[in-house]
């Protein structure tokens, strides 16, 4: 299969239901609220790094701001394939959002494994050294299931092309 088919073929595969999409945007906002939630309780609750609270509650603001404006309509290409007017302006802000959001989570990451491992318990002879258990272990999860499943999606798509590599060589009706 050449690549125009392939291309062609990705193109025309049909999209899942509506009511799948709805149920994973649902689910696509749960850790972000979460994350605002606990960052909101606990906000005066780590005195050993007190920006991690900030970083949870605005991690969960801009992730589900980038959640619910992937349902908006204006990025979709119009039926006769030209690009919808507003296109261009939700391109570039789901952009700086999406870019923001990387360098946050960068910024987190250095505040939450900088003070790996904290005291959970609150010590008065040493009371800037505490850091409220959920806060610290929720975000320090977070944070790592990020990597985790970067790291799935990395090993699965260098199997993938593994096996289109394996796959296109086979194929006798390619065109060399």
């Known amino acids: 299969m050449s690549n125009a088919r392939l291309l062609q073929q990705i193109r025309s595969t049909p999209q899942p239901p509506t009511p799948i999409l709805a149920a994973s945007k649902v689910v696509m906002c749960i850790i972000p609220i979460a994350?605002?939630?606990i960052g909101a309780v606990h906000l005066q609750d780590c005195p050993r790094q007190p920006?991690?609270?900030v970083y949870l509650i605005v991690m969960g603001t801009f992730s589900l701001v980038l959640t619910l404006l992937s349902c908006l309509p204006c990025a979709r290409e119009q039926d006769d394939g030209t690009s919808n007017p507003?296109?261009?302006v939700c391109i570039?802000?789901?952009s700086l959002v999406s870019v923001f959001v990387f360098c946050w989570f960068i910024a987190g990451n250095v505040w939450i494994y900088s003070i790996y491992k904290p005291s959970f318990v609150k010590n008065a002879t040493a009371p800037e050294l505490y850091c409220d258990k959920t806060l610290y272990?929720?975000?320090f999860w977070t944070s790592t299931l990020v990597y985790v499943f970067l790291g799935i999606f990395l090993v699965g798509g260098c199997c993938v092309l593994f096996c289109f590599c394996l796959c296109g060589r086979a194929d006798?009706?390619?065109d060399v």
Do not use: E, G, K, M
């Open 86 to 88: 507003l296109s261009r």
């Open 35 to 37: 994350q605002i939630a």
């Open 172 to 174: 006798p009706d390619d």
């Open 51 to 53: 920006l991690i609270p």
């Open 92 to 94: 570039t802000w789901n």
């Open 137 to 139: 272990l929720f975000a």
